[in-house]
């Protein structure tokens, strides 16, 4: 910190010198971090959206870099983390673009794609828009290129709404290459907040900041309004361009929908040093399959729970810094990979067994929560969506297994009262099976149309497999209009 | 506004009993003369129980000290209480109304019930002489809401500590929380329903008699719902508990209670006959069906409706009446076929099950020092509950750090399946495997271990991070 202080006033002082002496020496050498800093400027927005579930909504916003010349823009995935939020619960995308004297602009976007691979998510001006103003977008440009440790590095970053959104910029140097599923570059000094590029000394944007310490993604945290993490405990970490230059390559497009592949082993367990000594893979990077899916391309291709693998397409594992890593980085490489593409797996399933390979063909991930389709029984206080393959994984059952996933539920609401619970899955109501959302969605206001107050019963298979009875009163006031369909 | 429901009825009662002279009462009331005879002939066989109790954790057995109550119900000094002041106990002293201090043993337990046994040492009790006289068991069934009844005990292990109050309720039960009573997570009033009364009672009371004004054990005092909320075991709940712990109990092994279980949960109609297409009191809904266990074999579902068991009704309109049909159901003779008449839709269906002994989800646990671990059995509830593919392994109940178990990264809940490659069944499997794994002084021992859907091998460093004691002590 103090070193970084340092260096701060030292550019300042620097400054100074070069306002009285302009005319005697370039921009570019005296004062970088104030070039820098009006250089990408135009390139920093913050991208605001309104995250709206069935029961509440709240605007959120990040910092987001311009990345097209029409106004594509990259920002954390975290801000729309598909983990927790569904693909239509984001609506009004906005990129907000700051101003020193003026108002900020807004400009009206869509959403692009969520890229779970290199954590970025995008954004870019709705065309079908007729409120936008006219921009002239100034793209940055990153490279592939990483400076040398002890080398000068810089990073500019948007303040949070309360302090205007403004540019600050902070220098640091390369201090150490990390090793992990997503290679991070430490610092000696200070990095802008999360979503900010990182630069080297010639300008050249080199990375941006992930998420990290206590630094969240957002701008305007409702909850801490007056918090400036980014000033007072600043990021210390950035991914270098390498790892996302080829998620921005060719330019993501709402047309080319992500399909991320799959191999179908549910869980990879990095061998530690001991159990690598044992099974005679001394210094072999090593991953051992804890589960291998049914019917997946995994087992398909003959791979087994507990299989060692110890190659991929012939090449050795890269090692993390941790042996956890280890089945981190794999999971990530083949997460890169294309559906259709084949994967070479070495393995051994015992100590001293020759290795064998295993040919896999990638095929398409099962579909995930944030993609189901759902259904708001409002008069009730549940959200219903579709059941996707983790939900019966996890109940051990088939995954034809039919019926539909409670996603959220009223708090003090009917069915909550009647001891309903999220991830509950219902397999009968009101004596009927139930086999889709669209069935239980038709049947569920066909009920309510006939039977207005009628109590519902809904049979629903819980996470540890147990089934239970729900009978789920309706409320007894006036203004029961049935379900609402919340889907897409 | 309980207390003045409760004093309207007092007074409509003396108004009542007024003006029936002549008319027997319909219970023993607390007159001065009653309370203090029952005292004189109870309170010589209410003891106070101290006990040190076996507890896992962190790796190792560990004795947690405590007390509560007891009453002595026989001549051989055998006393009643309950099973969380001395189930699992493995050092117990009784302090005699006396004051003497006797050292005593656990008979035998039964979490279900939450019922202990235990027996003061007859050697010392004959050696020293010490005199005790024994509490006359009633009967609970014929408890009248609003008698009065008397509590004695050791709240706080204040000794010879007698209070008043009178009967709320003869038939409380607390389906609803359930889950939330259990004992350490030991299931717990499955098969009985409670006794609420007003008595004071508070910690340290558990295990005490309650007594009505004839002098006679009606129940003992096991859970303070607060203030003037309290409940007891009912007397007769108990009754058969003793026989079966005093029949099965032997010099080396403690008596138990042996009940059986077809493994489905079921849940009371009320509400939903007319959805189900039943009468009103007419069979119980299968909720749930494990996926392991007698019930599934016999290709029971849930929703179906339990009508009957080898003919006889099984009726349960109202949460109240479950543990009487649970209780039914737990004489079963363990592995003779029996009948359970379901009606599924509009079918009738007879399925033949064969009742498996009962099990609770915690399985026997044992400490294993040298790999600096605690270990539990798998029970086939908690392979159900856990969605294991058999009954068969151990689990981590608790870890020493820094020592085998806890270097090698395994967490609290992992299950075992094999050491060295052998199959771990259970933990007496387990404990073979651990003894011949000390005895070959192995350096490094290879575990499979399962952890929800992941399985992976795990290496114990046992020569690197084992302690310092003498192995073998498990």
Redesign the interface.
């Known amino acids: 910190m103090t070193h970084s202080r340092g260096l701060r006033f030292l550019a300042i002082c620097i400054g100074a010198i070069w306002i009285a002496a302009a005319p005697l020496a370039s921009a570019q050498n005296v004062n970088p971090t104030g070039v820098l800093r009006e250089k990408v400027k135009p390139s920093l927005v913050a991208v605001k959206y309104t995250w709206a579930n069935e029961l509440q909504s709240r605007e959120l916003v990040a910092a987001g870099i311009v990345v097209g010349d029409d106004g594509l823009v990259m920002f954390p995935l975290t801000m729309v983390t598909p983990l927790l939020i569904p693909d239509d619960q984001m609506k009004d995308f906005k990129i907000v673009i700051p101003s020193d004297t003026l108002d900020e602009t807004e400009i009206d976007a869509v959403l692009v794609l969520r890229d779970e691979r290199t954590g970025l998510a995008f954004v870019r001006p709705d065309p079908n828009s007729t409120s936008n103003a006219a921009v002239q977008w100034k793209p940055i440009q990153f490279v592939d290129a990483l400076p040398q440790v002890g080398d000068p590095l810089y990073s500019v970053g948007l303040l949070p709404k309360t302090s205007g959104y403004r540019a600050f910029v902070t220098s640091a140097a390369m201090s150490a290459p990390l090793r992990g599923p997503v290679p991070q570059e430490l610092v000696d000094g200070d990095l802008a907040g999360v979503g900010s590029p990182v630069f080297d000394a010639k300008g050249d944007a080199i990375g941006y900041v992930p998420m990290q310490g206590n630094q969240g993604p957002l701008l305007d945290n409702p909850e801490q309004p007056d918090d400036l993490p980014m000033v007072y405990s600043p990021a210390k970490m950035f991914v270098p361009a390498s790892d996302f230059l080829w998620s921005l390559s060719p330019e993501p497009s709402a047309d080319k929908p992500l399909v991320i592949p799959w191999i179908g082993c549910?869980?990879l367990?990095g061998l530690?040093k001991?159990?690598a000594?044992?099974?005679g893979l001394t210094n072999v990077p090593a991953v051992?399959i804890?589960?291998v899916v049914p019917n997946s391309p995994a087992d398909r291709a003959g791979l087994k729970?507990?299989d060692i693998i110890i190659k991929m397409n012939g090449q050795p594992l890269e090692r993390g810094d941790v042996p956890a890593e280890v089945q981190e980085i794999l999971a990530r490489k083949i997460m890169k990979m294309k559906v259709g593409d084949i994967v070479t797996l070495t393995v051994i399933h015992d100590r001293g067994d020759v290795p064998r390979d295993v040919t896999v063909t990638l095929e398409e991930r099962p579909k995930q929560p944030h993609s189901a389709r759902r259904f708001y029984a409002k008069d009730l206080g549940f959200v219903v969506r579709e059941v996707v393959f983790i939900d019966t994984?996890?109940?051990?059952l088939p995954p034809s297994a039919e019926g539909v996933v409670i996603a959220m539920l009223r708090p003090q609401g009917p069915a909550a009262a009647a001891k309903l619970e999220i991830n509950d899955m219902v397999t009968?109501m009101?004596?009927n099976p139930v086999t889709d959302i669209d069935e239980f969605k038709k049947d569920y206001q066909d009920f309510r149309t006939q039977n207005p107050r009628g109590?519902v019963?809904l049979?629903v298979s819980q996470l540890?497999?147990?089934?239970?009875?729900i009978?789920i009163q309706p409320p007894e006031e006036d203004g029961l209009s049935g379900g609402s369909g919340g889907g897409n | 506004m309980k207390h003045l429901v409760a004093l309207l009825f007092c007074s409509i009662q003396s108004v009542l009993l007024a003006g029936c002279q002549g008319v027997a009462e319909p219970y023993p009331q607390a007159t001065p003369q009653r309370v203090t005879a029952v005292i004189a002939k109870i309170s010589p066989a209410v003891v106070r129980v101290d006990v040190a109790i076996a507890e896992y954790k962190d790796g190792k057995q560990n004795l947690i000290r405590g007390n509560g109550s007891g009453v002595i119900i026989d001549d051989q000094g055998r006393i009643l209480t309950n099973y969380h002041v001395a189930g699992r106990a493995v050092e117990i002293y009784v302090i005699l109304a006396n004051q003497e201090r006797v050292p005593a043993h656990l008979i035998g337990d039964d979490h279900w019930t939450d019922l202990a046994i235990i027996q003061m040492d007859p050697d010392a009790v004959r050696k020293r002489q010490i005199t005790f006289s024994y509490a006359p068991l009633g009967e609970s069934s014929t408890l009248q809401v609003g008698q009065d009844v008397m509590a004695f005990g050791t709240p706080y292990g204040l000794a010879r500590t007698v209070t008043r109050g009178s009967i709320s309720n003869i038939d409380r039960t607390l389906y609803d929380a359930m889950d939330e009573m259990n004992i350490d997570g030991y299931e717990t009033g499955d098969f009985s329903n409670w006794i609420q009364m007003d008595v004071p009672i508070n910690p340290g009371n558990s295990g005490g008699p309650l007594v009505d004004l004839s002098g006679n054990v009606v129940g003992i005092n096991t859970r303070g719902g607060g203030q003037n909320l309290n409940f007891a075991i009912p007397i007769d709940t108990a009754k058969p508990v003793i026989r079966a712990i005093l029949q099965s109990a032997t010099k080396t092994k403690k008596g138990t209670v042996t009940r059986s279980d077809l493994g489905m949960d079921l849940l009371p109609l009320h509400e939903l006959e007319s959805f189900y297409d039943v009468g009103i009191d007419q069979g119980v809904l299968i909720d749930s069906v494990d996926r392991i266990g007698p019930a599934a074999d016999a290709g029971a579902r849930s929703q179906d409706i339990l009508l009957s068991v080898n003919g006889v009704p099984t009726n349960v309109r109202f949460p109240e009446e479950l543990a009487a049909v649970r209780r039914r159901l737990a004489v079963l003779p363990v592995g003779q076929p029996i009948t359970m008449t379901v009606k599924r839709e509009k079918q009738i269906l007879n399925l033949t099950a064969i009742p498996v002994p009962l099990e609770g989800n915690l399985g026997e646990e044992k400490a294993f020092s040298h790999w600096g671990v605690t270990l539990r059995q798998v029970t086939r509830p908690y392979a159900v509950t856990n969605q294991l593919d058999d009954v068969s392994g151990v689990w981590i109940t608790s870890e020493s750090e820094g020592e085998p178990v806890e270097r090698a990264q395994l967490q609290i809940g992992d299950v075992i399946h094999s050491i060295n490659s052998k199959p771990v069944k259970d933990l007496a499997g387990f404990e073979d495997l651990y003894n011949h794994s000390i005895k070959q002084k192995d350096d490094r021992v290879l575990l499979e271990v399962q952890r929800g859907r992941d399985t992976f091998d795990a290496v114990l460093e046992v020569k690197k991070y084992a302690p310092a004691t003498e192995p073998g002590d498990s």
């Open positions: 549910m869980e367990n530690d001991e159990l000594e044992f099974v051992q804890g589960d729970t507990k994984y996890h109940r051990k009968n009101n004596g109590a019963v049979v540890d497999g147990r089934e239970q009875t009978n």
